[in-house]
């Protein structure tokens, strides 16, 4: 089973940017559709973006979309979520997550079997 571990998460000021990265062991990485979602305290888990096994396809949510772009680099089971523009809103902590599906990427989180432990985003205003 695939082992994943979250970093770079921090405090920002709003408007500034942040990348989080995570890094995946014990599994074939380029196997697997990656996803980035994120929760604050009192509401569900909240999909931000995904992207396919070999990198062509990305999906984002629209409260991020043209902010946030993620990225993998297979060579080092590695996924990344580039944060600009950000909004005391995005404030959460942020999990990486692994889907072993053969269908296309997704935001439904049923669909992700192993999640990394989270990183906390915090955006002051």
């Known amino acids: 089973q695939v082992h ?9 000021q709003a408007g500034g ?4 990265s995570c890094a ?3 599994y074939a990485f380029s196997s ?3 996803g980035w979602f994120r929760r604050t305290p009192g509401k569900a888990r909240e999909f931000v973006a ?3 096994r070999n ?7 629209d409260s991020v979309k043209g902010r946030f772009t993620i990225s993998r680099d297979n060579a080092k089971s590695t996924v990344s979520l580039e944060m600009a523009n950000l909004k005391p809103e995005d404030t959460a902590i942020y999990f990486c997550a692994a889907d ?10 049923y669909a992700y079997a192993v999640w990394g432990q989270g990183t906390q985003v915090t955006v002051s205003s």
């Open 100 to 109: 072993y599906s053969i269908l296309q990427p997704t935001e439904n989180e």
């Open 32 to 34: 697997l559709h990656m």
């Open 24 to 26: 995946a062991s014990g």
């Open 55 to 61: 990198g062509e396809v990305t999906l984002y949510a």
């Open 4 to 12: 994943l571990v979250e970093s770079g998460g921090g405090l920002v």
């Open 50 to 52: 995904a992207i396919s």
């Open 17 to 20: 940017s942040l990348a989080l």
